[in-house]
């Protein structure tokens, strides 16, 4: 007898809920994504932000002035002070007022500098735009003479409120008092 | 007006003074190939769920004063003097340090319930002044997470000062009062071990 041959039933899988929460991520990445300053992709380094407990106050992304104090990926035993500015609109008149940077770096929005150029270039944003934050976003592996010596050459160029950048400690390390 | 579902009617033609009636056109369903839209959906999907961090640094706002060389007076029972030495050891004293008040070392998990003791001392609650003296040798993440716990104490302080209601029957408002000093060799001479 021969055998009786089932027939093949095709079957379709019905796609629109996978593809209707494909479009709702797809929607919340869009409006929430923020894409680096012009600074920030010029960086060159990697900076390990001290851990230090969670709150609201995030990074300001607006006129803020970084001072970077990093360590050379290449060469750890090297540490810099990196000056970054957010407001790219800013940078070609900050640097007017400093005649010491090489012309190569006017269009850069984060240059390394020494102790001196830090100081001017301070000066030189509070004098276009005296809104600007400052912050100091140091390597938690560096000794603290370098944001000792930071702190002095914002007081002493009259920017008296700043901030350190850190790094969100994990919620389940936290200890409680 | 009467009558107006006339004009919707098939119109009929004549063909040689036959009447044609026009064949009903069948309607055929359509499909619209969306592959190539989700293809793209995907693909954006996917890079940006690669390129976001959702995890974002964070500020921890300092204040400074301006460059003062006039000498303020200060009681010296008022003062919590905390010491970072080069070897990232943490030590604290109350008032002035002598061979009698020897600063003692502690760790940095117990700094807030220390904090949170000394500034509700009767005595000096709200009134006391906490100077944080830091080696420059002394690593940078150890003054964070001295700060930050600093920070935490005030919490509890805040709540416990707050409690409490000043001439006008309005809780008193807590005045925090810290600084950040460089350490210098005297201030290591009562350290055992240190600064020899």
Same mark, same amino acid.
């Given at each position: ?13 019905? =796609?629109?809920? =996978?593809?209707?929460?494909?479009? =709702?991520?797809?929607? *919340?990445?869009? *409006?929430?994504?923020? *894409? ?22 995030? +990074? ?32 070609? +008149?900050?640097?007017?007022?400093? @005649? ?53 050459? =914002?007081?002493?160029?009259?920017? *008296? ?15 409680? @008092? | ?42 693909? %954006? ?26 000498? #303020? ?14 070897? !990232?050891? %943490? ?5 002035? $340090?002598?061979?009698? !008040? ?8 117990? %700094?807030?319930? %220390?904090?949170?003791?000394? !500034? ?5 609650? !709200? ?15 150890? #003054? ?8 935490? $104490? ?43």
């Amino acid at each position: 007898m021969p055998k009786i041959k089932k027939k093949r039933m095709g079957f379709v899988i019905d =796609l629109t809920p =996978l593809v209707d929460i494909t479009f =709702l991520l797809l929607t *919340f990445l869009m *409006f929430t994504t923020k *894409f680096k300053s012009e600074a920030e992709a010029e960086k060159q380094f990697t900076i390990r932000r001290p851990i230090a407990t969670p709150d609201t106050t995030s +990074l300001p992304e607006r006129d803020l002035a970084i001072i970077n104090i990093a360590i050379d990926d290449k060469n750890p035993t090297d540490t810099a002070y990196y000056y970054g500015i957010t407001n790219v609109r800013d940078v070609p +008149l900050i640097y007017q007022l400093v @005649p010491e940077i090489p012309l190569e770096f006017q269009s850069k929005a984060l240059i390394k500098v020494d102790t001196v150029i830090l100081g001017k270039l301070i000066r030189a944003t509070l004098s276009v735009r005296s809104s600007t934050r400052f912050a100091i976003d140091a390597d938690q592996r560096i000794r603290f003479k370098w944001v000792e010596d930071a702190m002095n050459i =914002l007081r002493r160029n009259r920017a *008296f409120v700043f901030n350190f950048v850190t790094e969100k400690k994990r919620p389940e390390l936290e200890k409680k @008092p | 007006m009467a009558g107006g579902g006339e004009g919707l009617a098939i119109p009929e033609r004549t063909k040689r003074g036959k009447i044609v009636r026009r064949k009903k056109k069948r309607r055929i369903g359509f499909r619209i190939d969306l592959t190539p839209l989700v293809d793209i959906t995907f693909l %954006l999907l996917t890079f940006f769920m690669f390129t976001t961090t959702m995890l974002k640094p964070q500020i921890m706002e300092m204040r400074i004063p301006p460059e003062m060389y006039a000498k #303020v007076e200060v009681r010296a029972s008022e003062l919590l003097t905390l010491l970072l030495t080069k070897e !990232n050891k %943490l030590y604290w004293f109350k008032g002035i $340090a002598d061979e009698t !008040n020897k600063p003692q070392e502690i760790p940095i998990s117990k %700094l807030r319930m %220390l904090a949170y003791e000394k !500034n509700l001392e009767p005595m000096v609650k !709200n009134k006391l002044i906490t100077v944080l003296k830091i080696s420059p040798e002394a690593s940078y993440s150890k #003054v964070i997470e001295i700060l930050d716990e600093l920070n935490l $104490a005030e919490i509890p302080i805040t709540e416990a000062i707050s409690k409490e209601l000043d001439e006008k029957g309005e809780p008193v408002k807590r005045q925090r009062k810290f600084t950040i000093a460089p350490l210098l060799e005297e201030d290591l001479k009562f350290i055992e071990g240190e600064g020899k």
